[in-house]
């Protein structure tokens, strides 16, 4: 009866689901541990409570993504792509403006990031297209300038707005193409747009006047971003009195990983909470550091690589392009998404990325746990093809695979 019952509840790659549940757990103990310590008024346990809720409804999504069949995932990926789109431009017009950003959009009460539906929109846009295009040769060169209409609006107006999801959502395309094998002189040829692109870009963002600063709106975050790359390259040495008040989250973020050791101070132990901003979303992965040693870091590494392995493993049972490409995808924006995190915790650089899974969130949460549902569908779809490899998906789908 209970092996009966697993199965029915976890069906797909058990690691993955390993994974899932210990990454949840770590959320868990660690935003408790981040947020506590910052309560100076109201309940103690509301920020944990709210953080819990996101987490229970998040393994409800995965549960409900993961019975799903991939055919019916394929034709979901213009509603979410168009979701995220209308959402940007919602959010750009009509949106609150919170520290000068325009990321949010209020429905029902409710606080939501449209940026996160666009990244998610993007990535099956660009498994879907890739799929369409393919011959004996690999992706044809017309899959390119369909994807580049379909990323140039969306990436446009998150560039505005966070510059550091915008690349990360490029680079994420890209790596996509990679793995489609689109044709190498076109590859090439954006690597080589892109150096160059990003040689001017931040030739001219060093070059902008710092009366900007002064200004509302772009001028300012330009001259932010300025900031951010004089902070990360610059080696003149720095006294610990202008390192603490010029950089609050960089200076006690590496504290914190200093003092941590082997095993760290123990979960809830954390002593830099108190003064890292964000501690329990940008700059968790220090936490967990603080708390659980580096052993602890490097395992919660090793997680999210077990995660791109998985998906890669997953993807070349897959028969069919698409369900190959979306699921590596899938994998690759999870990850590069925490390895950027986990630099900025430890390196020089400073901007918001929460670390998937983990981080407090309301849309983020949700969303990673979509695409965790989307990894554990399409698991399920290819231990079906190895068996039926001559069958598409869409066959596959059809045959004794119901919704639950």
């Not at 990454?23 to 109201?42: D, N, P, R, Y």
């Not at 690999?138 to 209409?149: E, N, Q, S, V």
Request: glycine share 8%; aromatic share 10%; charged share 15%.
């Amino acid at each position: 009866m209970g092996d009966k019952l697993k199965r029915y509840l976890f069906k797909g790659d058990k690691t993955i689901w390993a994974v899932f549940f210990i990454l949840c757990a770590i959320s868990w103990v660690e935003v408790f541990s981040a947020t506590s310590g910052q309560i100076k008024t109201g309940s103690y346990w509301s920020p944990i409570i709210k953080h819990t809720t996101f987490l229970v409804a998040g393994i409800v999504v995965v549960w409900i993504i993961h019975n799903m069949k991939v055919a019916w995932i394929k034709k979901t990926t213009h509603v979410i792509y168009w979701m995220g789109v209308v959402g940007l431009l919602w959010a750009q017009f009509f949106g609150p403006r919170i520290n000068d950003s325009a990321r949010w959009i209020i429905i029902w009460g409710m606080t939501i990031q449209p940026m996160e539906f666009a990244k998610m929109g993007l990535v099956m846009v660009t498994a879907l297209i890739s799929a369409q295009h393919q011959d004996e040769e690999g992706t044809d060169r017309f899959a390119l300038k369909r994807i580049a209409m379909y990323a140039a609006l969306p990436v446009l107006i998150i560039f505005k707005e966070n510059l550091s999801t915008a690349g990360i959502i490029l680079a994420t395309i890209y790596a996509m193409m990679f793995v489609s094998r689109y044709p190498k002189g076109q590859m090439w040829k954006i690597l080589g747009g892109a150096v160059a692109a990003g040689i001017i870009g931040i030739t001219l963002i060093l070059s902008a006047p710092e009366s900007w600063g002064e200004d509302d709106g772009f001028k300012q975050k330009i001259i932010t971003w300025k900031h951010r790359i004089v902070d990360a390259v610059k080696s003149e040495p720095v006294t610990a009195e202008n390192y603490v008040i010029k950089n609050p989250q960089r200076t006690y973020s590496h504290i914190a990983i200093a003092s941590s050791h082997i095993l760290g101070c123990g979960p809830g132990n954390s002593v830099q909470r108190d003064f890292i901003p964000h501690a329990q979303s940008d700059f968790i992965y220090a936490i967990i550091i603080e708390e659980l040693g580096l052993l602890g870091g490097i395992i919660v590494l090793l997680l999210y690589m077990t995660i791109l392995f998985r998906c890669g493993m997953i993807a070349k049972k897959c028969e069919d392009p698409y369900p190959a490409f979306l699921v590596m995808g899938v994998g690759m924006i999870i990850t590069m998404q925490a390895l950027l995190h986990m630099y900025i915790s430890v390196g020089n650089f400073v901007t918001g990325q929460p670390l998937p899974l983990i981080s407090q969130g309301g849309t983020s949460v949700i969303i990673n746990c979509v695409y965790v549902g989307m990894i554990l569908s399409i698991s399920r779809y290819a231990k079906k093809a190895t068996a039926n490899p001559k069958q598409s998906f869409e066959e596959i789908d059809n045959e004794n695979n119901p919704i639950i």
